[in-house]
């Protein structure tokens, strides 16, 4: 018998302090009186920060030097990278980050031809335990503010226009994949959600239909987000189509069972018009059997329907010393070919950052 999920495990740590990034706009506002200016300077300290990514008060210089002064704690340094590393000849940059408490999270920033992709983090450490994932085996540190969130969209952006992926591009895609689960921090990563996607000076204007939203499949949190009026996408991390290992492989399985989990999937999708995607990470023996690829074939079909679902399978990125394997890309190829032949398009992730370990927790593990 599998033990319960850990999904509400106590944070262990408190909240790093108030950033203007946690405050929407008329908070901001507030904020700014609250500290005896008037109120147009939140705009003009919000113009900087999102509108060109600058977080240094000292050069937002049609500010006085005393208005520089007085709004400084509007912008704590949250985050500060411990660790960069590159690989993929620069197009995948990895940064390890540090918060106010010295706990650890990670983001990776990806150049493609088309696209700039940031991959963040919405919890220090996470609470699901499942057990192929680095990042699970350490439990929940503490849940990250919107303020720490939207700091790693943002450094990335600053990062992308100055060239850090080669030449200067514009980040446009933001995925919640990295250390935690986004929607058991519900109210902070909506915040950042709107933080992202509102257009300058309210945000960093990166449009919802480049944003996604990874999710074990907390069944309530996925209705609560298709009601909020942001069209980002969902990404369920499925892993088998069958609760018998899902309770094993995800424990929060015990909790939501796989066709709850699908069925929350189709009212999503049928609510904000955007397809949802499968993850699916194939492991050696363990997920990748044929019967396996039928069964989810026919149960997306049946329960989201062939034109609202998307399936990304995921080669495992083996932590070091685990038991946990890669397919043979002979059993990938037949896994793929099934799911299709049920009228559900597939495709297999691309493994970016495997040599810099970039599967989910694995910097922070390693570092530390
Ligand atoms: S795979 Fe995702 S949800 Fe599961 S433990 Fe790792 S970070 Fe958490």
């Known amino acids: 018998m599998t033990s319960l999920p850990l999904v509400f495990d106590a944070p262990r740590r408190a909240l790093p302090p108030r950033h203007l990034a946690d405050l929407d706009p008329a908070e901001r506002r507030a904020a700014v009186a609250e500290l005896g200016l008037p109120g147009f300077r939140a705009d003009q300290v919000a113009r900087h920060y999102f509108g060109r990514f600058t977080a240094d008060v000292d050069a937002m210089t049609d500010l006085s030097p005393a208005a520089r002064d007085v709004l400084r704690p509007l912008l704590p340094e949250l985050v500060t990278p411990v660790l960069e590393q590159a690989c993929d000849d620069g197009a995948t940059r990895k940064t390890l980050w540090k918060g106010h ?7 990776v920033l990806m150049g493609y031809p088309d696209r700039a992709t940031v991959c963040v983090s919405s919890q220090a450490g996470c609470g699901m335990a499942c057990p192929f994932c680095a990042t699970g085996q350490g439990g929940l540190e503490r849940n990250m503010s919107t303020g720490e ?9 600053a990062a992308a226009r100055d060239g850090a992926l080669g030449a200067p591009a514009r980040l446009s895609n933001v995925v919640f994949m990295g250390m935690g689960e986004p929607l058991a921090n519900y109210k902070r990563v909506v915040a950042a959600l709107r933080r992202i996607t509102s257009p300058a000076p ?22 609560k987000l298709a009601a909020e009026g942001l069209p980002v996408t969902l990404a369920v991390s499925l892993h088998t189509p069958d609760d018998e290992l899902r309770d094993t ?5 015990n909790r939501w069972k796989v066709d709850e989990v699908l069925d929350a999937a189709r009212r999503y999708a049928m609510t904000t018009g955007r397809r949802v995607s499968i993850e699916y990470a194939l492991i050696r023996d363990v997920n990748d059997h044929p019967w ?11 329960r989201i329907g062939k034109h ?7 080669p495992l990125n083996p932590t070091p010393g685990s038991e946990w394997d890669a397919s043979p890309r002979r059993v990938q190829d037949e896994f793929v070919r099934r799911v299709e032949a049920a009228g559900v398009a597939c495709t297999v992730r691309d493994t970016r950052g495997r040599e810099i370990a970039a599967a989910c927790g694995q910097l922070a593990a390693s570092e530390a």
Not at 101 to 107: I, Q
Not at 202 to 213: E, K, P
Request: cysteine-free; charged content about 20%.
């Open 101 to 107: 408490d010295g706990t650890r999270a990670e983001s």
């Open 149 to 157: 969130i939207v700091e790693q969209v943002r450094q990335a952006a």
């Open 202 to 223: 309210d945000g960093l204007g990166i449009s919802a239909r480049g944003v996604t939203v990874s999710t074990v499949g907390l069944v309530p949190a996925i209705d």
């Open 249 to 253: 492989l995800v424990p929060v399985n």
């Open 292 to 302: 396996r690829a039928d069964l989810l074939g026919k149960k997306l079909a049946q």
């Open 308 to 314: 609202r679902v998307h399936v990304n399978l995921i």
